[in-house]
T-cell receptor, first 112, second 115 residues
Framework: GENVEQHPSTLSVQEGDSAVIKCTYS??????FPWYKQELGKGPQLIID?????GEKKDQRIAVTLNKTAKHFSLHITETQPEDSAVYFC???????????FGAGTQVVVTP | EPEVTQTPSHQVTQMGQEVILRCVPI?????FYWYRQILGQKVEFLVS????????KSEIFDDQFSVERPDGSNFTLKIRSTKLEDSAMYFC?????????????FGEGSRLTVL
């Protein structure tokens, strides 16, 4: 089955700097790669996703890149703000029934 | 903004007891899911549900687990006889579509503590 590895497990950045989180996946059939943000006491919330026919997608300060050949995808947050502090999860999925395989998560701390 | 709601937010139970976790998915969504997250571990898929039947389930979802949509709005997860290792945060999710087209919306979770 699919296995998703995520690095780093923790990331501390200065406000205004960029943050990058990287994930690799094992199943070449995976074609959907969402990123979730989880704040304390809340459920995961989708922040951006990318499908296998696209190499890069951007939404304001957040961007995701996908390299299908190397089976890795990354989340980039630019101009970080304190409210970006949260746990970020990458995930991968094939066309199966909403079965997301999650990475272990990255605790991002943005310090003022 | 529509959201997935879960109750209870926290439940403490004795080993061997039955537990029912409840979820109200987003109203126009057709696909429903349960995931769980044991403390310090990955979020894991348990089961997906569509058209009043299970679409897919993981190895975790054994005979102790069941899901039901008892009416037009609720979606429940039942654990028949809880074990210590069932202690986790359980997340319900729903989507309008499935597969690579369907964004999953998660609830805030129900924390289950088995003593």
């Amino acid at each position: 089955g699919e296995n998703v590895e995520q690095h780093p497990s923790t990331l501390s950045v200065q406000e205004g700097d960029s943050a990058v989180i990287k994930c690799t996946y094992s199943d070449s059939a995976s074609n959907y790669f969402p990123w979730y943000k989880q704040e304390l006491g809340k459920g995961p919330q989708l922040i951006i996703d990318i499908r296998s026919n696209v190499g890069e997608k951007k939404d304001q300060r957040i961007a995701v890149t996908l390299n299908k050949t190397a089976k890795h995808f990354s989340l980039h947050i630019t101009e970080t703000q304190p409210e970006d502090s949260a746990v970020y999860f990458c995930a991968a999925s094939t066309d199966s029934w909403g079965k997301l395989q999650f990475g272990a998560g990255t605790q991002v701390v943005v310090t003022p | 903004e529509p959201e997935v709601t879960q109750t209870p937010s926290h439940q403490v139970t004795q080993m061997g007891q039955e537990v029912i976790l409840r979820c109200v998915p987003i109203s126009n969504h057709l696909y429903f899911y349960w995931y769980r997250q044991i403390l310090g571990q990955k979020v894991e898929f348990l089961v997906s549900f569509y058209n009043n039947e299970i679409s897919e389930k993981s190895e975790i979802f054994d005979d102790q687990f069941s899901v039901e949509r008892p009416d037009g709005s609720n979606f429940t997860l039942k654990i028949r006889s809880t074990k210590l290792e069932d202690s986790a945060m359980y997340f319900c999710a729903s989507s309008e579509l499935t597969g690579a087209g369907g964004e999953l919306f998660f609830g805030e979770g129900s924390r289950l503590t088995v003593l």
